[in-house]
Structures are given as structure tokens and as C-alpha cells.
């Protein structure tokens, strides 16, 4: 099996050990725009070790001369034809540093949108609320009408508290 043909689940898996290796580099980051930059890179170098492109800003930095700028989102996996026709969006990726609900709202809603078939979101709160707020993104998920069978949501927590990264999975339908 190519890993471009990985199941879902298993990237899924891939995506939360990444996220659990992360947390030095990220606490070292010191600025929002850096910790972005933390996860671009690590999620847009698995895309790149399974077969996809990455497209996001910064991408030469990160990737070479591989994949594109940013479309909609913080950072995409995607694959085009040999006529560089798109073909498919596998992955979008959004990510939210203030530490209010409302702005992690406005981003995630912006994954409930897209045809991937892996959806993540990166934010940072402390303990308190992590849970709270996972719940209510699930709930987003399952209230929302237009939903894909086999699409997964990786919601990936930086806690302020203890330093490490919360991560859940949380199937689409």
C-alpha cells in the first residue's frame, strides 16, 4: 500500500503522535506566528513523507520548491492532475492561538466547509477549558447538516498548564 492510501484513521493516528512530539520545539516558539510555523512544518512534512503536497504560506521555508501558498486554510494536503487540474484535498488544517472560544469557533467552522477527508484544528488553553470546549466542537460537528461520511476531525489542544499537547479524534458522522 502507498502511504497516500493510508486509511484516514491511520493518518489520524500519525497527525496526534506528531502533535505529542511536538511540544518542546512549540513551547520554544516565541510567538504565535512561530508556533504556526511549528505545525505547518511538522504536519506538512508528514503530508510530504505520505505522498501529498502541502500548500500553505511559507511553503518554500518549509518544503522546497515543493507544493503552494496558502489557500483557505493554515495549511492543506492536496494532489493535482499531470495537467495541474486539482484532484483532491485530503487534509486542511486551521489554527487559532487566542485563548477565547469564539475565535477557535470561527476557525474550526471554517473545516465543517471543506471536502477533506482529514479536518484539523490547533489551538492552545489551559486545562479548564480544554475539555469544555473539545465537547462543544464536537457538537459543532454533529449539528452541522452537511456533513461527509469517513471525514475525521483532529482536534489538537496545546495546554498551557502542563505544556503538552490535548489531542481527540472525533469521527464526522
Known amino acids: 500500500m502507498k502511504p497516500a492510501d493510508l486509511p484516514a484513521v491511520e493518518i489520524a493516528e500519525a497527525i496526534r503522535q506528531r502533535f505529542a512530539n511536538l511540544s518542546n520545539e512549540f513551547i520554544d516558539a516565541k510567538s504565535d506566528r512561530e508556533r504556526t510555523g511549528v505545525v505547518k512544518k511538522t504536519i506538512g512534512n ?8 502541502p500548500g500553505t504560506a511559507g511553503h518554500q521555508s518549509f518544503f522546497g520548491n515543493e507544493g503552494e501558498g496558502e489557500w483557505l486554510y493554515d ?63 464536537e457538537k459543532g460537528i454533529h449539528v452541522f447538516q452537511k456533513r461527509s461520511a469517513g471525514e475525521i476531525y483532529v482536534i489538537a489542544a496545546f495546554n498551557t498548564n502542563t505544556r503538552q499537547f490535548e489531542v481527540k479524534k472525533i469521527d464526522g458522522v
Do not use: C
Request: charged share 25%.
Open 46 to 53: 508528514l503530508g510530504l513523507e505520505l505522498g501529498w503536497m
Open 75 to 137: 495549511l492543506i494536503w492536496y494532489r493535482n492532475t499531470p495537467e495541474r487540474h486539482l484532484s483532491e484535498v485530503y487534509l486542511v488544517l486551521e489554527s487559532e492561538w487566542k485563548s477565547k472560544l469564539e475565535p477557535i469557533r470561527v476557525d474550526f467552522e471554517k473545516l465543517l466547509l471543506a471536502k477533506a477527508w482529514l479536518k484539523v484544528l490547533v489551538f492552545q488553553s489551559n486545562g479548564i477549558n480544554i475539555l469544555k470546549w473539545i465537547d462543544f466542537l
